[in-house]
């Protein structure tokens, strides 16, 4: 949801405007701006909410985003945050821990009473990912530590997929009656990140334990196009039998391969709807999502949607 567009305020209005909409959004702070070579600034901002997690995506010209001990103070904000930056890069400075933050990186932010500051220059988008402390049930010694060290953890690219995908599709999934489960799905993996570099083995075996559906759902989103993905696969990398992973599931009310199914045809939907996609072959699509036979493919599709690939792809640019 669009919260503000300063393409649309007077040019001598819009850092007030934007420092006003943020402090709402994220509490109080500081913010200094860069101007592009017209000499203006141009910032956009939107937010969607996931059941307990608020998305906030922010866009625009470069810009220096500060909170200090008093900031914090002065506001009941107590919240931790997953944080990437797709288009440009940009930096982190918590306390003495700097980061430097790209489309291949994912940074814990907690919001402590600590020196923070988040920066980029030239055009850049992060996406935060906002999550109220007391919600991640974690001790906050435990937290703090995590921070420097989360980047190196093997749940942060799945973590990461999740996001990107999430922010992809936010106007449609915040939308959806399920929207408050992906929020569930994002806290729970959050949990596991933190609990994946803690050096307490007791924590990260039950953190483990307690997250390990959604960490294999993660896994298999992030491997979906993977023609080579099979439950033998999936269990190898969480060291478990199949047969606990096909259990773990039917716990979940979850048939795996169905999942796996219904996820890979949302996706091959997706693309064949895409503008950015309109010079490639059905099949090509199909093979890219894992469907190596068009046969199946093309049956499947018609199953779920009540259309053939071909007739969704024409009903689409018709519109």
């Given at each position: 949801m669009l919260v503000l567009d300063t393409a649309d305020v007077p040019t001598a209005e819009r850092a007030e405007a934007f420092h006003a909409v943020a402090e709402g959004e994220a509490g109080t702070c500081s913010v200094e701006h860069q101007v592009d070579e017209r000499g203006q600034i141009w910032?956009?901002?939107?937010?969607?909410?996931f059941g307990p997690m608020t998305m906030i995506v922010t866009s625009g010209t470069g810009m220096r985003y500060w909170r200090t001990p008093r900031h914090m103070r002065m506001d009941t904000l107590h919240s931790i945050s997953l944080l990437t930056h797709p288009i440009g890069t940009g930096g982190i400075l918590w306390n003495d821990y700097r980061q430097?933050?790209?489309?291949?990186?994912?940074?814990?932010?907690?919001?402590?009473?600590?020196?923070?500051e988040y920066n980029w220059s030239g055009t850049g988008m992060s996406i935060?990912?906002?999550?109220?402390?007391?919600?991640?049930?974690?001790?906050e010694g435990m937290v703090r530590a995590a921070i420097p060290l989360v980047v190196g953890s093997s749940v942060a690219p799945l973590l990461l997929n999740q996001v990107r995908a999430l922010h992809r599709n936010a106007d449609h999934l915040s939308a959806d009656a399920g929207a408050p489960a992906i929020g569930d799905s994002l806290l729970c993996l959050t949990r596991a990140l933190v609990a994946s570099v803690t050096p307490d083995p007791r924590s990260r075996r039950e953190i483990a334990q307690e997250t390990l559906v959604p960490r294999i759902l993660a896994y298999v989103r992030a491997h979906l196009t993977d023609p080579a993905l099979t439950p033998q696969r999936i269990a190898h990398a969480h060291n478990i039998a199949p047969r606990t992973l096909y259990r773990l599931c039917e716990s979940q009310g979850i048939s795996l391969e169905q999942w796996i199914i219904r996820k890979?045809?949302?996706?091959?939907?997706?693309?064949l709807s895409a503008p950015e996609h309109?010079?490639?072959?059905?099949?090509?699509?199909?093979?890219?999502?894992?469907?190596?036979?068009?046969?199946?493919?093309?049956?499947?599709?018609?199953?779920?949607?009540?259309?053939?690939?071909?007739q969704w792809r024409y009903r689409h640019r018709a519109k």
């Open positions: 910032q956009r901002l939107e937010t969607w909410q430097r933050i790209s489309s291949q990186t994912l940074y814990l932010e907690h919001r402590t009473e600590a020196h923070y935060a990912c906002v999550i109220d402390f007391d919600r991640l049930g974690l001790p890979r045809l949302e996706g091959a939907r997706h693309d309109v010079h490639r072959t059905i099949e090509t699509i199909a093979r890219s999502w894992g469907f190596s036979n068009p046969t199946y493919f093309a049956r499947r599709f018609r199953q779920t949607y009540g259309a053939t690939p071909r």
